[in-house]
């Protein structure tokens, strides 16, 4: 791995980053109003099935932190070690498991074009960010250069 190693932090602040771009990117000001109507809901439908629960919240930042690893490994791997290396190789996951098995999905649901656009490019730019965070924080090893 080129005198590299993990960099947990990284990892962390990388899962974070994607899991408050959510926050935004399905805000009602932003794109949570058209997913709504995607998804054939209500805000007040959302609330009362949730019932204010954290599992989703929670869920979500866990599967986010797995996603930075997953990333950060690869990362590491390949030797993509920039922002830009970082951010292509998201992008190049995003196209060859995220978008294509999404598409899969929805194609066979029948749900509507507008929400596979909103929910795979909510992926897409987190997996650029991340991708970019984890690409140009590196962590050397001791003696590494």
């Known amino acids: 791995m080129n005198g590299v ?8 602040v990388a899962a974070v980053v994607y899991f408050l771009m959510g926050a ?4 009602t000001h932003v794109f949570g109003t058209a997913w709504m109507r995607g998804i054939g809901k209500t805000l007040e439908q959302l609330h009362a099935e949730n019932a204010n629960s954290p599992l989703p919240y929670i869920l979500a930042l866990v599967s986010n932190l797995v996603l930075a690893y997953a990333l950060s ?6 030797g993509a070690l920039s922002a830009a ?23 066979f649901e029948m749900r ?34």
């Not at 490994?73 to 390949?78: E, T």
């Not at 929400?115 to 001791?142: D, E, Q, S």
């Open 5 to 12: 190693r993990t960099n947990w932090a990284a990892i962390l």
């Open 24 to 27: 935004v990117w399905y805000d």
């Open 73 to 78: 490994w690869l990362i590491l791997r390949l």
């Open 85 to 107: 290396r970082g951010a292509w190789t998201g992008a190049m996951l995003w196209v060859g498991f995220v978008a294509t098995s999404t598409l899969t999905q929805y194609a």
């Open 112 to 145: 509507p074009r507008s929400l596979f656009l909103i929910n795979t490019g909510y992926a897409l730019a987190g997996m650029l960010v991340m991708g970019a965070i984890l690409g140009a924080w590196v962590k050397r090893a001791p003696g590494g250069r």
